[in-house]
């Protein structure tokens, strides 16, 4: 299987001849405004330590409004506990909702299912287990939570029936279906908080299921300062609200940038923007040759990504008006 190509590897931009430093790098969905953490010197001297981990599951239950009945696995990260996931998670056959994240199939394949590719919720009953992103990436598409809580409880035995990842879900709480009976919730740290180095993720379902998890990713999975900044992190809930409304202004304006560029967007959340033209590819080499690094798609082509610039609003103004002429 070809390697997946990801937003936020300055590699490739690198082989361009700018130094990584130059680089505008908006081909992730991270937040360009990072939490405030600071790392007590205990949690870089001492393995990680158990209250910490307990303190830092809490939080998380609080905060991803994680309902008593359901257990929290915290991880390094959610690609991680994906690699996991056909190991606790009995299936032959999965279903992936996309066009979506491409690691979702990949870890699946890998591991011996047959995965097949579903436009639709409803296109995915006859699979042992579907797997929806929700707000999806790349394109923002939002499933209801009580679509997804149907299907879910549609398993007989009541064994997980549906895996949905909310990497992208602190931006609209109102749609998390963690703890809902037949889910197992993926949740990411890094997005939101705008901390992805950081490497912390979690997973909210059934106790017997979560405990498995826990047990695979083995003691210490989570580091000390990641313990320390993910519970203050997910306990400033002021700090979040404030977010989020601050996220949804910069898209705001960002949409206002790419439609005076002439690339109206289809999709995306407030973190990331979707644009599709015949154009993509060539706007891409544009902007890097601006030093401002995009995403595209090899699966579906036509697609550009563009993340938040954040302070950087007047130079990815700049850098799209030479790069759509130099596109033409």
């Known amino acids: 299987m070809d390697a ?4 936020g590897d300055l590699s490739e931009a690198r082989a361009k001849g700018r130094a990584v430093a130059g680089w505008l790098d908006l081909s992730t969905g991270i937040n ?16 990680p330590q ?10 998380a239950r609080a905060a991803y409004r994680v309902p008593g009945e ?15 996931l056909p190991h606790v998670i009995p299936a032959r056959t999965v279903a992936v909702v996309g066009p979506t994240y491409a690691e979702h199939a990949a870890t ?17 009953a006859g699979a042992d287990v579907a797997v929806v992103v929700n707000p999806n990436n790349p394109d923002g598409r939002i499933h209801a939570p009580g679509r997804l809580a149907q299907f879910a409880a549609s398993r007989a035995d009541g064994g997980v029936r549906l895996v949905v990842d909310e990497a992208f879900g602190d931006l609209l709480p109102d749609l998390t279906v963690a703890g809902a009976a037949g889910t197992l919730v993926l949740k990411s740290f890094g997005k939101f908080y705008g901390l992805p180095g950081l490497r912390l993720g979690f997973a909210v379902g059934a106790p017997a299921v979560i405990a498995d998890l826990a047990a695979r990713l083995g003691p210490w999975a989570v580091s000390g300062p ?3 900044v993910g519970a203050a992190a997910l306990s400033d809930g002021e700090w979040a609200q404030g977010m989020r409304e601050r996220l949804a202004r910069e898209r ?39 030093g401002v690094w995009t995403r595209i798609f090899d699966d579906v082509p036509g ?18 008006a030479a790069a759509c002429r130099r596109a033409a």
């Open 70 to 84: 359901a257990a929290v696995a915290a991880a390094p990260g959610t690609q991680a506990i994906l690699q996991w």
């Open 108 to 124: 699946w394949a890998r591991a011996g299912a047959r995965v097949t590719a579903v436009a639709s919720l409803a296109e995915a």
């Open 226 to 228: 990641a313990l320390a």
């Open 303 to 320: 697609r550009l990504r563009i993340g938040l610039p954040g302070r950087h609003g007047a130079r990815l103004e700049a850098a799209l």
């Open 32 to 47: 360009p405004h990072a939490y405030p953490a600071g790392i007590p010197a205990e949690a870089l001297r001492r393995l």
């Open 50 to 59: 158990r209250d910490a981990e307990a303190a830092l599951i809490a939080a």
């Open 252 to 290: 705001a304006a960002l949409d206002e940038t790419l439609a005076s560029a002439g690339l109206p967007v289809t999709g995306g959340t407030d973190l990331f923007r979707l644009v599709e033209t015949q154009r993509a590819e060539r706007i891409h080499e544009a902007l890097a040759a601006e």
């Open 4 to 7: 997946i190509r990801h937003g």
